[in-house]
């Protein structure tokens, strides 16, 4: 079962329309980027995953479960780190992660046992009394991401994660992100506007216009549209959306 399935989803602002007949599906595992100008789409895209928005078509399942038939089950796969921190800058790591395992509805031994889970898998633990706002960037966003993966979910969605993080910051939460994949089976929707967050194996979405112009392998991709990401994500994005395009077949994000 994929962890997350896009079908014909389209959207509008009145007459503006942000998204156009998008889909695409994340294999369990796996690392998809999401890349696209300003305006390409992305920001509704992730308001639709998160429920922010309701779908006006389309449909999006994740885990299986339909966002608009089942909205619970399929939100309590998805976990979420958004661009803007939404810690208490004023409660401790943990007073943190339990205010959201009982949002979740957790019994207080099954939060203590995944809150100790998480602040190991982050390497926290030492930290856990300390304030939030006593933490850098890059240790804030970790326990963003312990508290999205307290629930246990399927998908793991970022949204512009690294933004304001330093160089060395950034580096260590992709290479971060990406061990959940390989050592935990998590599949990750990485939204970015940066292509060196991107590598030859990830699964890739380009939006433009509000089309998704590539979707597949990042390196089947660059070789078709220039030998180079960077070429080939100015090629599709400048100039009229084209039609969707994809690669040869590959088990990640495929239309």
Not at 72 to 87: D, H, I, Y
């Amino acid at each position: 079962m994929n962890a997350l399935e896009v079908e014909d989803v389209s959207f509008a602002y009145g007459a503006r329309e942000a998204l156009r007949h998008v889909g695409f599906s994340l294999a369990p595992g796996r690392f998809a980027a999401l890349l696209g100008p300003n305006g390409a789409g992305k920001s509704t895209l992730i308001a639709l995953l998160t429920r922010l928005y309701d779908l006006q078509r389309g449909e999006i399942r994740v885990g299986g479960c339909s966002l608009r038939q089942t909205p619970r089950p399929a939100l309590r796969q998805l976990g979420v780190v958004f661009q803007q921190s939404t810690l208490d800058l004023d409660l401790s790591v943990e007073q943190n992660l339990r205010y959201h395992a009982a949002l979740h509805g957790m019994s207080r031994r099954q939060a203590n046992s995944r809150i100790e889970e998480e602040l190991t898998r982050q390497q926290l633990t030492e930290r856990r009394g300390e304030r939030v706002r006593e933490l850098n960037g890059g240790h804030r966003r970790r326990i963003e991401i312990a508290r999205a993966l307290l629930h246990e979910p399927r998908l793991l969605l970022l949204d512009e994660a690294s933004v304001g993080l330093d160089p060395a910051s950034r580096l260590a939460l992709n290479r971060h992100v990406r061990s959940l994949c390989r050592e935990h089976g998590i599949s990750v929707l990485w939204t970015t506007h940066l292509l060196d967050e991107v590598q030859e194996e990830d699964d890739l979405l380009i939006l433009h216009q509000g089309h998704l112009v590539a979707s597949g392998q990042a390196a089947a991709i660059s070789a078709e549209h220039g030998g180079d990401l960077g070429d080939a994500f100015h090629r599709l994005t400048t100039g009229p959306s084209l039609p969707s395009l994809q690669t040869a077949p590959h088990t990640g994000a495929n239309r």
